[in-house]
């Protein structure tokens, strides 16, 4: 499985931003997919992720702001992300893998990242 990740830019802080990210392959649907996100000097963590049934979770600190979601026809996974906050700041990368969870470590494959910066 190949990954794509776009959307990402330059919000202010209170603003909105969509992630795609595009997988190639036929077996889309038979993944977990995930979103993490990678700070300057910091390590990546896990933000949300959709199981093949469409089941989410979320890290408490995006918890009710974003909204995780897949498009099994699309090949595709979003994250709407509102209510931006500076701390938000990051590289965001999708993963899928064959299993849901919370650690990298659950994903085989991996996206390029994009950018998003929250400004105050």
């Known amino acids: 499985v190949q990954l ?3 959307g990402g830019g330059l919000v202010q802080a209170g603003g909105s931003l969509r992630l795609s990210c595009a997988a190639s392959g036929r077996t889309f649907s038979a993944y977990a997919m995930g979103w993490f996100r990678q700070a300057p000097g ?3 963590e896990f933000v949300s992720y959709v199981t093949r049934y ?4 979320y890290a408490d600190s995006v918890k009710g702001r974003f909204t995780i979601s897949r498009d099994n026809a699309k090949n595709t996974i979003y994250l709407q992300m509102n209510s931006l906050k500076p701390e938000d700041t990051a590289v965001y ?3 899928a893998g064959p299993l849901v969870g919370t650690s990298i ?3 085989n494959f991996w996206g390029q990242g994009t950018q998003v910066t929250v400004s105050s």
């Open 42 to 44: 910091k390590e990546r």
């Open 4 to 6: 794509q990740a776009s």
């Open 54 to 57: 469409g089941g989410t979770n």
């Open 105 to 107: 470590k659950e994903y």
């Open 93 to 95: 990368y999708c993963a």
